[in-house]
């Protein structure tokens, strides 16, 4: 289990002021039934913008009453622009951000009495896959999303929410992107749990861990172990992990124009000791690792030299070593490090042997077999949610927490 101050960072500036049937798919076709907002009591104190209200206000429990996953339709601008202008570099920056130009106020009247508590230890692990289905000749990209939350000193485990967020920003890309609501506090049923605020949920679309557009781009974000990325470039922004893939969503169409736009920007992965690589793919068949480096003997003790990897079958697939050459013989690269390597054995066999293509169902049994549960030997996290992307149809089904018998489908609105 790892330990990290991750959520202090990311809720200490609201410290002060806020205590802090079922058909298994999420429609978004014209003729499919849009399901009900889910009724909520709870106050969103720091939001007095009614049509910021009336968004918080529709989130929809997919299940009905389990609280575990919902969606929302994000209607009101988030202000990209102006958070590629601010430099944001940390959970603590993007919070100040939030506060600065999506809350309505700092000073709320009736604010709840009942907010998030701080989450100190969680872990952490993830996988990911991109190859052909062999039965349509769509792309398709397999993800699963693996973080563990545990109550500080305890072996508890928190239980989540996942958000699915559809945004459509003006002059941008439409998406769909999904949430663990915990790293804002949130837990299970917190929609209806008594004096939860719900002002954080203006937040979303900076929230994101992975999505996909309406050109069939997807990205998703994978943890590292090391030092987190920092990059010092003159005359380049700073720009945080989940803001660049808010800003790939709304802005890039292809894997190629994606990581051209990332080489704009100084990327800085907080102020942890963690760090991230991105896997993305898209709807003309390419795929890429992105990671961010620093190899034995440079003298940098920051990763900050961006890689693509990409072009090879060897690179159809991710977990949570750096898989670039110039890191294989440090600590975190795939000679020495453990993190991950046995979902990597399992991803490279079992695609080795499908030939690097898949059908749909296969591409979800290979979910499956890299999901990670609390029993598992091996395990560094806890499969939240299990996705393959369509990048040809431009959709995504999920399963939550390895239920695969249930399986939620959503479009691009």
Known sequence: MATMNYAKSLLMLLAGSMLITLSWTACSDDDSPVPAPTPTDNDAAYITDEDKLAMIYSLRDLEGDKGRLYEMTYTTDYKLDEALDAGINSTRTLLAFVQNHLFDTKTPKNASTKGADLRLTFDAGCSAFACPDKSTGHYLMGRNFDFGHFRPGTDERIMIPAIAVHTAPKGGKKSVSFVDGQFVGYETGFYTTKNVDLSMLIALPYLLLDGINEDGFAISVLKLDGNHTWQKESGRKDIFTTVAMRMLLDRASTVE?????????????????????????????????????????????????????????????????????????????????????????????????????????????????????????????????????????????????????????????
């Open 257 to 413: 124009e994606a990581w051209h736009m990332l080489e704009d920007y100084n990327m800085v992965m907080d102020e942890f000791q963690a760090s991230y690589h991105f896997f993305m793919a898209d709807a003309t068949g390419d795929y890429a690792i992105v990671e961010y480096t620093n190899p034995i003997n440079t003298g940098d003790s920051y990763p900050n030299k961006m890689e693509v990897l990409r072009g090879h079958d060897t690179l159809r697939y991710v977990t949570n070593f750096y898989v670039s050459p110039t890191m294989a013989n440090t600590d975190d690269g795939y000679n020495k490090s453990h993190h991950g390597m046995d979902r990597y054995k399992i991803l490279k066999k079992t695609l080795y042997d499908l030939g690097y293509q898949t059908t749909f169902e296969q591409g979800m049994n290979v979910m499956t077999q890299v999901a990670q549960g609390p029993g598992d030997t091996l395990s560094t996290g806890f499969t939240q949610w299990s996705e393959i992307f369509d990048l040809s149809k431009k959709n995504v089904t999920m399963s939550i927490l390895r239920e695969w018998d249930k399986r939620f489908e959503f479009n691009i609105k």
